[in-house]
């Protein structure tokens, strides 16, 4: 994928109460990946967890933002598994690659 | 921080040879900290590591970039520790934060 795109930056700390946390991130990465404009997802968990998702366009990220099942994820999210989150809509203007020959 | 200012997304995994790499992967963020324009850093790794840093503009990532340890430090993980990187920079133009009351 060639710059530009856009990347929401989805940086956040659970709460103890994690039930049901991972088969909904499962579930939520699937469906992602089922929307118009989706290019790809990262995510990676120590400490902190982050989880990055690049589109197509702002459009695409406001289509993914509303759609059903992810909005009752979001408010499962406020009320049991985040303790906070930071949400960052990006464009990527620039982006290299290296890999080991 | 308010929106707008920079990120570099940092998308990275690790050869099996990775003597050296946590120091000075510890050191860089150190070092990171000191520069100008700097504004913060985030980082997690499980399979996939992923590292943001972010900055006041595009002249700080540059800066930073081009700082003499920084290279020697990219000079080492192409030459051994990195399977495959993938740097990203980003212009974050909205951001949103939740946290628990």
Redesign the interface.
Known sequence: MQ?PYY?V?F?NKL?NETEGYSEMAEKMETLAKQQPGYLGI?????????T?SYWESLDAISHWKSQLDHQEAQRMG?KQW???????????????????A
Chains 1, 2 share one sequence.
């Open positions: 710059p990347a930056i940086t709460t990262e995510h990676a968990r120590e400490a902190l967890g982050i990055i406020k985040y303790q906070w989150y930071t949400t960052r809509i990006c464009k990527v203007e620039r982006a290299y690659s290296f890999e080991k």
